[in-house]
């Protein structure tokens, strides 16, 4: 365990970016082993799934609601990954042509994967696990298997994993990618939970499972149908009632013998090899501790467009409009609702450091928003002790210091300037050695998911406003820590975040997805 929690330290110590020396990667950008961003399973019967995306969605301001559960069918099921996992749209421009995922990651790289695993459906007479194909939006049956498990939860229930290849990352970002795969993970697990929402689902992460228990569940330890080493996230429970995280579905674990179908196909023609990343995800792969539980946020906000038009619309953007970034205090606070609070029903552990730029009714300056109490004293104690800590018109917001932060807030990440011509920017500052040795160096994975989640929600929340953010990895780690006064780890930044009003480049176009079936 110690070992592991060493690993953890020495890992986020070396790639924290610094003014005049970045974590490394290889500087360059190698097109010849681009990775592929499908995973395709070959030799796997595919199950086509219809499209969902004339199916009508409850408003998104109803999304914390309590809303009818839909039944699990293929119609529910598409509807389900179509609006998380799913293609949002493509673009073009210059005889290029991408996709913009529901999802948001890192670079758009998205080394998350989707896994299903289901009670008999498909005119099937067995369980099977599948692997969603976001590409096809398919689902490919890679085992079936006979089952009672599903006794024991609720008619509906279905449990999906998520897992991650951390070579599509690691291609771009080297050393550093770690954090990136995690964030990614976030993004994507929030971006299911609020699907699922819109049927009426719940959702709860399994807790009972170690990553060995789940590679197997997943097939992922067959590394023969492999060249790409991917390793498991998380699995989650999805259900018309909240499951409890510590939900028992080892039975799985007899139930499913042999060989899976399919073999994955090979992303890249080789790789080059960073012998940190396969040394931190085997330090952070040992079996968690469950954490504390609390109550789960639920946001009440002002009326707005249809649930699956704010999730297709969702945008990372590259330019910030300083002219036209300034928004209202209501705008601020429907925005901070949306994360104030545990978006899981766990203990909140990031807490967000606001550059406030342009927002009416608010002062220019550096503010918090403690996502749990229970850290404000050990926060006042490490940061600078001439911090003013003024409440401000926002439950657990804080006003620290009056100052314009736009040149700081573009030097902390990377000299971006969509860190100073939006709204705000913040960074996510989670408690961190605390955690760590406390539960474990699986930790340091879910604080980055926390992190994510955060982002994605971030997003999907300033979409519905009709504003833009953007997630920034890219910062300077203890130039941000010195910033605020902090000395040790006791608390770190592990991501940033910008929002504001976004510029709109015509020159590329947006085409939509699934085209061809439509």
């Known amino acids: 365990m110690n070992r592991d929690i060493n690993m ?37 019967k595919e199950i086509k799934l219809p499209l969902a995306l ?32 799913a293609i949002a749209a493509y673009k073009s421009s210059d005889g290029s042509r991408w996709a913009v995922r529901c999802n948001a990651s890192s670079g758009n790289l998205h080394p998350t994967e989707t896994y299903l695993i289901l009670p008999p459906l498909f ?24 089952s009672d498990i599903w006794q024991e939860y609720p008619k509906g229930t279905l449990f999906l994993g998520v897992s991650s290849i951390a070579w599509r990352e690691v291609w771009k970002y080297g050393e550093r990618a770690f954090r990136y795969v995690n964030l990614d993970a976030g993004h ?45 996230d998380m699995i989650l429970a999805i259900s018309p009632q909240k499951l409890s995280s510590s939900s028992d579905i080892s039975k799985l674990l007899s139930d499913i013998e042999g060989d899976f179908s399919g073999i994955a196909n090979q992303l ?33 906000r002002e009326a707005t467009k249809e649930s699956k ?25 429907t925005i901070l609702s949306s994360v104030n609070g545990s978006l899981d029903g766990k203990k909140s552990a990031a807490h967000l450091c606001i550059f406030l730029h342009r927002v009416d009714g608010y002062e220019p300056g550096l503010y918090t928003l403690i996502r749990d109490n229970d850290d404000k004293e050990a926060l006042k104690e490490a ?49 961190f050695s605390d955690e760590i040795i406390e539960y474990g160096a699986h930790r340091y ?56 009003r976004g510029f709109v480049d015509s020159r590329i176009m947006t085409l939509p997805p699934y085209e061809a079936r439509a």
């Open 123 to 146: 005119d099937n007479v067995k369980s099977t696990i599948s692997h969603y194909n976001p590409k096809n939006h398919s689902l490919e049956i890679l085992k079936e298997f006979e």
């Open 54 to 85: 004339e199916y009508p969605t409850i408003p998104y301001s109803l999304i914390d609601e309590q809303n009818p559960s839909a039944p699990l069918c293929i119609e529910s099921l598409s509807q389900l990954l179509q609006f998380s996992m």
């Open 445 to 500: 994975r879910e604080l980055f998911w926390e992190c994510g989640a955060i982002g994605q929600q971030l997003y999907l929340e300033a979409t519905s406003l009709g504003l833009s953010g953007t997630g920034i990895g890219c910062y300077l780690d203890d130039t941000m820590h010195s910033l605020l006064g902090l000395k040790n780890n006791k608390f770190q930044v592990l991501y940033h975040f910008t929002l504001g």
């Open 8 to 44: 953890v330290y020495h890992y986020h110590e070396v790639t924290k970016h610094a003014p005049q020396r970045y974590a490394r990667s290889l500087g360059y950008m190698d097109w010849s082993t681009q990775p592929n961003p499908f995973r395709e399973y070959r030799g796997a």
């Open 188 to 232: 994507a697990w929030q971006s299911i939970v609020v699907s699922a929402k819109m049927l009426g689902w719940k959702t709860s992460r399994v807790e009972t499972l170690s990553d060995e228990e789940m590679a197997k569940i997943l097939g992922l330890d067959q590394k023969e149908r492999f060249f790409e080493a991917e390793h498991p």
């Open 268 to 300: 890249s023609p080789q790789m080059h090899k960073w012998e940190i990343i396969p040394q931190i995800i085997e330090a952070t792969s040992a079996p968690e501790i469950a954490k504390k539980n609390t109550e789960e946020l639920r946001v009440e």
């Open 383 to 431: 940061m600078h002790r001439d911090f003013l800590w003024q409440e401000c018109d926002f439950e657990n917001l804080y006003f620290l210091k009056a100052d314009d932060y736009t040149f700081a807030s573009k030097a902390i990440s990377c000299s971006q300037d969509i860190a100073s011509d939006g709204s705000f920017s913040l960074g996510m500052l989670c408690r």
């Open 309 to 333: 038009e704010v999730v297709l619309q969702r945008r990372s953007v590259h330019v910030m409009k300083s002219d036209i970034s300034t928004i209202t205090k209501e705008q601020f606070h």
